[in-house]
């Protein structure tokens, strides 16, 4: 909070700062050019106006074609400028200076003769003395005004039956800045005002950048003491494709199936599609003309959007993430998805998908002040689904651990004393040149933060790969989080008492700034404590059930009852909740540097750029390849293992549509509409977890490894992930249920259960019993097995695996073969 003060023609300036959490610190400085809140300029011809400050007695009195430098009467009361003409007790107009923009108020005159005894004396007996010079002769004519301009009246002290004039005027009012110093203009003359409007906005563009990206994706891998795990996969992914028709001037969604094949049709770039006789589609005019003739129209948003205005000294950057999500891709994991979009409202979700991070940046460069002035920042960000178990925070902050800069204490205490005794002096030129290297942000905007929060105690194993620590010959499971017990004590508060915590709502307000000089660094600190501040109180209350001492004065308010400056977030655009000035900025930098971008609706159509075959072949056969696409098997594991704990109808269900839409490779595409449609019910992965490989390493992704890793993950609810290394896997039969499992230590036999939608082991070898390499015969791959002596003689002492297509056969020998050697080794690499 900073204020004037003015006394006998001189003033300083005072800055408040600190509170709440740290100690209250009051700066006296000299005055200096642009400390003023406001400079007024009154240009009309014979408008005399009168400015006072909202809920506020005094008065100061402005003659015509007259500046004055304003403060505010009590800074401690609501910092809003009203203004008005001379003798009318309308309550007036708010002047929105604090950022440049620019407007018109439509003001009502009453008009008499001079003969009409006016009496002014009253009124100038009621300023102060500082603004006794300011008070205007008595004007020839006398005026009022009010908000509306057609409920005016006249003065009172003017006899009713003298003649009178009733006029309407136009008072246009233009804000911009002025070197340091904010300016607030009121004029008559239309010239004037857009003179001073062209000196605002008098650029245009020299050139606009567009940049769309369907996705972007950064996969976290951990390593553990015999193997490499995905930890995360952090992705920025589009929205679906939306297929409309106009019914009855009404946009109605179609259907998913045939979205999904109209879609289908429109990416191989036909003009004209038809669905045997039922329906008809001219993609070219986007009309359908059977079963009906209605209108079509697609909307898509990209994952990542991007646009970039650059002018000699405007910069604009607006910027759309549409869907950002953090998975947690440990097979142990209780919550398959750490962060992601919150399921709009019912009433809301017909309406078209808002993208969960949005940003809106407007900066000029002033060249005679060498720094740069941000207009309008501001940032949208929808509500969030957080879900936290042990597991994930264990790895997570072992992984922050590494990144942490050791210091000792003793160094951190004796620079926290020299900060003690540090002269005043020195603290104030540091302030000062702190203050010199300070830009101006005019409006900053930063929308409510709304979290669900969810917490498990679970999703922990006691594995040699874990993060722990060891203290003698005892093992510790609990990590230091940045040497403090802050994670220890919190996942340990509720494990046993409170168990699993789930959807504990916390909501945060928005943070606002108007014309306020600071640098980035303080910004950047100013929103995260104020964010910071609102989420542990909550945290403490809402979670932990305790009782804190709260600031019963705070601006916020208590969060348990009604929070200010809180609205719900999918009501928060950057086209929304914006000050007519705001808009006014906007509006006047699109018109001057270019035209709005389009939506990415139809006939727009992505540039598409091959950089080689999404899928990872390797050495697969085609037969595999096919089998992977068709299979039941493989669209069940697609799908339950993108999903935690799936029912069996949501399996069925993604099921059929992937098949119906050539398979696997659809799979992921209509899980997502199926929890588009599932109303948030439906929580699923972007992708399978990556297999890494032991002894190739991290790799390109390849979805069919990916899959055989989840099939080993679900094999006896993960007794073998721990201790097996997926090699490879194939079905028997491209309809079969059965499928053939490799790994580093075991063979696997095993067959989905369509009843239980889980898969049943029928026989498993290992790879230490097997003698020598399989033998392949005919239609029949044939595993020699170590006679048991436990066993009965007669028993077989083997295994056959048998398949229509030598060469699957084949290639499933040859991968035998490798982790027969990879076993032999890491027994040899053992036993030294």
């Known amino acids: 909070m900073s204020f004037i003060l003015i006394r006998f023609q001189s003033a300083i300036s005072v800055e408040v700062t600190g509170g709440t959490d740290r100690p209250f610190t009051i700066t006296y400085k000299p005055y200096r050019a642009g400390d003023s809140p406001v400079r007024i300029d009154n240009l009309c011809e014979d408008l005399f106006l009168k400015l006072h400050q909202m809920n506020s007695g005094q008065v100061a009195l402005l003659s015509p074609y007259q500046s004055m430098l304003y403060t505010w009467d009590d800074p401690l009361k609501d910092r809003n400028l009203i203004w008005n003409i001379y003798n009318n007790k309308g309550k007036g107009f708010t002047a929105d200076f604090s950022q440049d923009g620019y407007g018109e108020e439509q003001v009502s005159f009453h008009t008499v003769k001079q003969s009409t005894h006016v009496v002014t004396n009253s ?3 009621k300023l102060s003395s500082t603004f006794k010079r300011l008070t205007p002769k008595s004007p020839e004519l006398c005026t009022s005004s009010s908000d509306d301009s057609d409920m005016s009246d006249p003065p009172e002290h003017i006899p009713k039956t003298k003649k009178m004039r009733k006029d309407k005027v136009i008072v246009y009012w233009i804000s911009y800045m002025d070197g340091y110093q904010r300016v607030f203009v009121l004029a008559q003359d239309e010239r004037i005002a857009y003179q001073y ?31 490499v795990k995905e930890l995360s996969y952090i992705s ?20 998913p199936d045939l979205t999904a094949w109209i879609e289908e049709k429109y990416q191989t770039e036909q003009k004209k599609c038809q ?17 009906f003739f209605s209108e079509l129209r697609r909307t898509y948003n990209p994952g990542v959007w991007l646009q970039l205005r650059k002018s000699e000294t405007y910069t604009y950057c607006h910027m759309k993430l549409q869907r950002l999500q953090i998975d947690n ?3 142990e994991a209780v919550f398959p998805s750490v962060l992601y979009p919150a399921t709009l409202p019912a009433h809301l979700k017909s309406k078209r998908d808002k993208p969960c991070i949005e940003v809106q940046l407007l900066k000029q460069y002033r060249p005679s002040l060498n720094h740069d002035i941000y207009k309008n920042l501001k940032v949208v960000i929808q509500e969030y689904c957080v879900n936290l178990d042990r597991g994930f925070v264990n790895h997570a902050f072992d992984i922050l651990n590494h990144w942490k800069v050791d210091e000792k204490p003793a160094v951190r205490l004796r620079a926290d004393l020299a900060l003690v005794h540090m002269p005043l002096p020195i603290i104030a030129v540091k302030g000062q040149t702190n203050a010199q290297r300070s830009v ?10 709304k979290l669900v929060l969810s917490l498990s105690s679970r999703g922990y194993t006691g594995d040699e790969g874990s993060p722990r620590r060891r203290f003698g010959s005892q093992k510790e499971n609990r990590p230091k989080l940045f040497n403090s017990d802050l994670l220890e004590y919190l996942f340990n508060s509720w494990g046993s008492s409170l168990c699993d915590m789930k959807d504990v709502v916390l909501r945060m307000s928005y943070l606002e700034l108007r014309n306020a000089p600071i640098t980035i660094p303080a910004l950047l600190d100013a929103a995260s404590r104020h964010y910071w501040q609102q989420l542990v109180q909550q945290f403490y209350v809402l979670v932990l059930g305790l009782n804190i001492l709260g600031n019963p004065y705070s601006y916020i308010g208590d969060f348990t009852k009604a929070l200010k400056y809180f609205y719900e977030p999918y009501m928060g655009s950057c086209s929304r909740r914006m000050s007519a000035t705001s808009q006014a ?17 139809t006939p727009y159509k992505s540039i598409k750029t091959t950089l080689g075959s999404k899928e990872i072949i390797d050495d697969l056969p085609s037969a595999v390849l096919q089998a992977n696409k068709i299979n039941p098997a493989s669209v069940a594991l697609a799908v339950t293992g993108v999903i935690a704990r799936p029912t069996l109808d949501i399996c069925r269900e993604v099921s059929r549509v992937a098949l119906h839409r050539s398979g696997v490779d659809s799979a992921e595409a209509a899980l997502r509409a199926c929890a588009e449609r599932s109303g948030g019910r439906l929580v699923a992965r972007r992708r399978l977890p990556r297999d890494c490989s032991t002894l190739e390493g991290i790799r390109p992704y390849s979805p069919s490894a990916a899959r055989g890793a989840a099939l080993l993950a679900q094999l006896s609810r993960g007794h073998y992930a721990d201790t097996d290394v997926y090699v490879a896997h194939a079905h028997l039969s491209p309809t079969s249920l059965a499928t053939v499992l490799v790994t580093t230590q075991h063979i696997f036999l095993v067959r989905l259960s369509s009843g239980r939608n889980s898969w049943i082991v029928e026989w498993v070898v290992k790879l230490e019993e097997l003698i020598g390499v399989p033998i392949l015969r005919d239609n029949k791959l044939i595993l020699n097995i170590k006679q048991d002596e436990l066993v009965s003689y007669f028993s077989t002492d083997e295994k056959v695996i048998e398949m229509n297509n030598p060469e699957v056969l084949t290639w499933l020998r040859s991968k035998i073969e490798c982790a027969l050697v990879q076993a032999l080794e890491d027994k040899r690499y053992n036993s030294e």
């Not at 769309?212 to 950064?218: I, N, T």
Request: a neutral charge.
């Open 585 to 601: 900025v906007l509006s006047g930098a699109t018109r001057l540097l270019a035209a709005e971008s389009p939506h990415l609706t």
């Open 123 to 125: 009124v100038t007996s």
């Open 197 to 227: 409007r062209m000196s605002i906005y008098a650029e245009r563009s020299n050139y606009e950048v567009f940049l769309a990206l369907s996705s972007v994706s950064l996969s976290i891998c951990v390593p553990t003491d015999n193997k």
């Open 236 to 255: 920025i992914s589009d929205s679906l494709p939306r297929w409309e028709v106009n019914v009855s001037n009404k946009w109605k969604q179609l259907a």
């Open 329 to 331: 891709q440990l097979h």
């Open 275 to 291: 669905l045997k006789e039922y329906l008809h589609i001219d993609l070219e005019k986007m009309q359908m003309t059977k079963p």
């Open 440 to 449: 101006i942000f005019e409006f900053v905007h930063l929308s409510p933060i």
